[in-house]
């Protein structure tokens, strides 16, 4: 939990196993309400659906759990999870709790152009 590739490989695991319980202490709290409302719905449900969406499931499984970055946006990390046919990058952005922890607070498209254009580095603290 302390640096945000971990985090986002855990997650990226967690998600290729369909493992929700796994995904939970990864996110943040908005994210973890849905996870939890997938969990207590099940497999049949929009919750569940809604995170494990075909065509998403395919894109992640392709990369094999490979992960790119991190790449900053201010202080939050953003890392690549997969990637389209198209050239577009499906990202995961974490921003980093005062313990030091990273969680994922939310997700995002990016085109190869503008994920390649994020710094590698934060942005410093003032």
């Given at each position: 939990?302390?640096?945000?590739?971990?985090?986002?490989?855990?997650?990226?695991?967690?998600?290729?196993?369909?493992?929700?319980?796994?995904?939970?202490?990864?996110?943040?709290?908005?994210?973890?309400?849905?996870?939890?409302?997938?969990?207590a719905?099940?497999?049949?449900?929009?919750?569940?659906?809604?995170?494990?969406?075909?065509?998403?499931?395919?894109?992640?499984?392709?990369?094999?759990?490979?992960?790119?970055?991190?790449?900053?946006?201010?202080?939050?990390?953003?890392?690549?999870?997969?990637k389209?046919?198209?050239?577009?990058?499906?990202?995961?952005?974490?921003?980093?709790?005062?313990?030091?922890?990273?969680?994922?607070?939310?997700?995002?498209?990016?085109?190869?152009?503008?994920?390649?254009?994020?710094?590698?580095?934060?942005?410093?603290q003032?």
């Amino acid at each position: 939990m302390k640096d945000p590739v971990s985090v986002a490989r855990a997650f990226v695991d967690a998600y290729n196993g369909k493992d929700l319980a796994r995904m939970l202490p990864l996110v943040d709290q908005v994210n973890m309400e849905a996870i939890k409302d997938a969990l207590a719905d099940g497999p049949d449900s929009t919750a569940w659906q809604g995170i494990f969406a075909p065509e998403m499931v395919q894109l992640i499984a392709r990369e094999g759990g490979k992960v790119d970055g991190p790449r900053y946006e201010g202080r939050d990390a953003v890392v690549g999870v997969a990637k389209s046919d198209l050239g577009d990058v499906f990202t995961v952005e974490l921003s980093q709790r005062e313990d030091g922890d990273w969680l994922i607070v939310e997700n995002a498209i990016l085109s190869e152009q503008e994920f390649a254009e994020l710094p590698t580095e934060p942005k410093k603290q003032r």
